[in-house]
């Protein structure tokens, strides 16, 4: 016999087998000697109260072995497939629709302007240490994309969009830890994505499909409302291929995609997205005011049963947003420009997330009424309101890749910081005042939100806290245009807009399952 139960724990317990089975019989009133087998389906901290509890949703097999969830995945060899399918971007929505090629009997041909993951780190560290960046090769572009730098976060809301439990599945079926399966926040870890990514792309090759870097979409052609060949670059030298079908999955810093759809006179659409900056404290102090801890040897005890806290703030001020976004605890503030003469700013975390530090994005959200003076730009209003304050912060921050950066308490006050705390992010600080970075529009709703947060997070307001900016890259500014039910693009019926880049996904896991729904919608 089995039976599902809820069950809330202390932290300490909710770590020991025998104290969850002591729990269950209790909970079940068993007093005999059956024998009980536990398999965690659902874990969360409850954090809300003194008493930290953990709540666990459990499946009990009573006197009964409990099946284990074995995963496979059905793809197919394709090296000879008559049905291809050109893929532009290999970053998760990218990666996760040749994927799903596979498993349909379509050779995937996915394209990346960038290196492979392995040889990505070389021009992530030029960055850090001589300020270099090369604009093919980032923390935005090469294989993986962005999300191979973007902590390995797998919490979506976009429930209705795919199957959320595939995607996780398949993350594991390549690597990942199955723990990611029963988290209610699941987390791989920037230092394990890239191998997890490697072993995708060796599936994509054993199965026949083709991978190709440092290669470039730099136009293509449109015949009878289709594109009907694509001109790539790889190092210098440009060729041109004909096509079946592609999708468009490029991220949301492919700027030079945005022109060329715009320059074919091709539909786009402006949108709403955030900017703001970034915002980190020490670790130990987010972990004392969320697990309710009043010194530090209360805050290391509780630590040895909880990961690094982490929190979710949000605040309306004038007909504003104010949010917290892309919560790194025990993390990192990386340099994520994608040209030379501008400053971005991202986080991330190791899967131990046990960094000094804890950092996350404290953006504004935009309407399009607040990029008005860039109107003259169409579709690309907020692409140029979003270059020039990431040019600001390059300015600003001392023209290399030294980011502009104030202490927390003087940014909402308006005083320069004389000195500023150590910070993880790698090629530097420049002392100024944040509000010439980001603007009068924005300045004041960030200065408003975080005096919000410091009310309802005591403790979070602390000039041991920094403020670094930009956080700019929260999502594309531009939207392109699909059809609703079969996602090409109104008027290419073989392109499929896909992914973060195309406006239709907001993370690793939303973005994998919208390229496997445009690879469900092509029609061969």
């Not at 596979?102 to 070389?122: N, Q, S, T």
């Not at 992530?124 to 093919?136: M, Q, R």
């Not at 924005?442 to 005591?458: D, N, T, V, W, Y």
């Amino acid at each position: 016999m089995s039976k599902i139960l809820n069950l809330q724990l202390s932290p300490q317990s909710s770590l020991n087998e025998q104290s969850i089975k002591e729990e269950v019989r209790k909970n079940l009133q068993i007093n005999d000697g059956s024998t009980l087998n536990i398999k965690i389906l659902k874990r969360s901290i409850d954090a809300r109260g003194r008493k930290i509890k953990i709540n666990l949703n459990v499946l009990v097999g009573i006197d009964e072995i409990l099946t284990s969830d074995e995963i496979f995945i059905n793809y197919q060899h394709v090296s000879e497939s008559t049905k291809t399918c050109h893929i532009i971007g290999a970053g998760p929505a990218g990666l996760f629709a040749a994927l799903r090629c596979l498993e349909l009997g379509i050779k995937p041909i996915l394209i990346d302007r960038g290196k492979d993951v392995k040889a990505r780190r070389r021009d992530l560290a030029n960055i850090n240490k001589n300020h270099l960046v090369n604009p093919e090769s980032n923390y935005c572009f090469g294989e993986g994309g962005a999300g191979t730098y973007s902590d390995g976060k797998l919490y979506t809301r976009s429930n209705k969009r795919g199957n959320i439990k595939k995607i996780l599945q398949t993350l594991v079926y390549h690597g990942a830890n199955p723990e990611i399966l029963i988290d209610a926040h699941p987390h791989i870890g920037t230092n394990k994505l890239p191998q997890l990514i490697e072993n995708i792309r060796e599936r994509i090759l054993f199965f026949g499909g083709e991978v190709r870097f440092n290669t470039k979409l730099i136009d293509f052609d449109i015949k009878e409302n289709s594109v009907s060949a694509i001109t790539l670059m790889k190092e210098t030298s440009e060729f041109k291929e004909p096509i079946q079908n592609m999708i468009l999955a490029t991220g949301h810093s492919a700027r030079d995609i945005y022109e060329l759809l715009n320059s074919k006179k091709l539909s786009l659409e402006p949108k709403p997205f955030a900017i703001g900056i970034r915002v980190e404290h020490p670790q130990s102090l987010i972990d004392g005011i969320q697990y309710h801890c009043g010194n530090l040897k209360e805050i290391m005890a509780t630590r040895e049963f909880l990961p690094a806290a982490s929190y979710s703030l949000v605040h309306q001020t004038k007909n504003h947003g104010v949010y917290s976004f892309c919560m790194c605890p025990g993390g990192i503030i990386a340099p994520c420009a994608t040209n030379q003469e501008e400053v971005v700013t991202n986080g991330w975390s190791p899967s131990k997330r046990n960094n000094p530090f804890a950092n996350s994005g404290i953006v504004v959200g935009l309407e399009l009424k607040d990029f008005e003076l860039y109107k003259e730009h169409g579709a690309l209003a907020g692409l140029e309101f979003q270059k020039q304050i990431e040019k600001q912060a390059w300015i600003f921050g001392g023209k290399t890749q030294r980011a502009p950066a104030q202490r927390l308490e003087d940014f909402t006050q308006d005083k320069i910081s004389t000195n500023l705390p150590n910070c993880s992010y790698q090629p530097g600080l420049t002392s100024v005042n944040i509000k010439d970075v980001v603007g009068k529009t924005i300045s004041p709703l960030l200065k408003e939100g975080l005096k919000a947060f410091g009310i309802k997070m005591r403790g979070f307001m602390t000039n041991e806290a920094i403020v670094v900016g930009v956080e700019s890259r929260t999502s594309t500014p531009v939207r392109i245009p699909r059809d609703k039910d079969l996602f090409y693009h109104p008027q290419l019926h073989n392109l499929f807009p896909c992914g973060e880049g195309a406006g239709y996904a907001g993370g690793i896991v939303s973005a994998a399952m919208d390229g496997e729904s445009c690879i469900n919608s092509i029609n061969y």
